[in-house]
């Protein structure tokens, strides 16, 4: 049975291991592969760029409240953040990077803005 390159499908000559025609073949599946995961990548990161945007641009003083109305009217997505903080008292705030909240009751979020000396710890 011959062997085929990954690639383009072309038999495959010289060592038993030999996946790939030439480095053209081998660097263009690889390009392919990685483009596949970059495309999933960039719309996520879009998202979370998103999201920190309309929570830094609802929250000009570090502190505010805001109406559910108001983040989903802007576009946020509560699907995607980057990390969560459960205070001492319980609290759950949902950060994306910097910016987060915390929801005071279902319609209602209080907006944070974690400070960098908390990052390191």
């Not at 038999?11 to 392919?32: E, V």
């Not at 483009?35 to 998202?47: P, Y």
Request: hydrophobic share 35%.
């Amino acid at each position: 049975m011959d062997r085929l390159c990954q690639d383009c499908a072309l038999p495959l000559k010289g060592r038993a291991d030999k996946k790939f025609c030439d480095d053209f073949c081998r660097n263009n599946y690889n390009n392919r592969l990685k483009s596949e995961d970059s495309a999933v990548l960039k719309r996520i990161n879009f998202i979370l760029r998103k999201n920190r945007t309309i929570l830094s641009k609802l929250n000009p003083k570090e502190k505010a409240k805001v109406q559910r109305k108001k983040l989903l009217t802007a576009g946020f997505n509560f699907d995607y953040h980057t990390h969560t903080y459960l205070a001492q008292n319980g609290n759950l705030y949902v950060f994306c990077y910097e910016y987060g909240y915390l929801a005071i009751n279902e319609e209602e979020f209080l907006l944070v803005k974690r400070e960098e000396s908390l990052w390191l710890s």
